[in-house]
């Protein structure tokens, strides 16, 4: 897989990380790693190497032929510089057709709409070229920044997880949220 999926009026493109793009995901997790760590699981030290990165490269490469996941850059179109990753991943076909969404972004590139639209970007894609039914995202119930996205891609909050995953160490309640393909097309919304 290899194209770009665009958003103009954004400024950001979405494009499949590969093993070349190991370093500059490294960096970016490695900038951000303080920031986020209340919202991600504990990882190993050895997850911030680059081998660690090019090993989680790999693994989503070979869940992207499995049609299990699909892992991509969010690039700023100004800079061409990797800003944040988005995830669809836990993909259940057959009577299910729904996966889950994963994403962040530098924490210095936060507020300028660039994960909205990346959001956006990748829905369109799950929906469009994936065929999924269902777009599914859980957030920790503090977690404003993120619910401000989700909400303004169209996804509908459906309830609380009680202690859902481990973040941070600790399993932690999420609000879970979905967007469905029927209601992007009938109410004539489109993800951003």
Known sequence: ????????S????????RPQNAESLLELRLRNRSVHSRYEPKREESFFTLTGQKRLILQRMEEEELDRAYMFGIYSSEEKRLIGQITINNIVRGVGQFADLGYFIDHAQQGRGYMTGAVGLAANYAFQSLGLHRLQAA?????D??????EKNGFQVEGIA????KIDGQWQDHRTYALLADEVTSQGNRPI
């Open 139 to 143: 957030i920790l119930l503090q977690n």
């Open 162 to 165: 009680r202690r859902f995953l």
């Open 1 to 8: 897989m290899s194209f770009n999926l665009t958003n103009q």
């Open 10 to 17: 954004v400024g950001i493109y979405l494009a499949p990380i």
């Open 145 to 150: 920044a993120s619910r401000r996205v989700l």
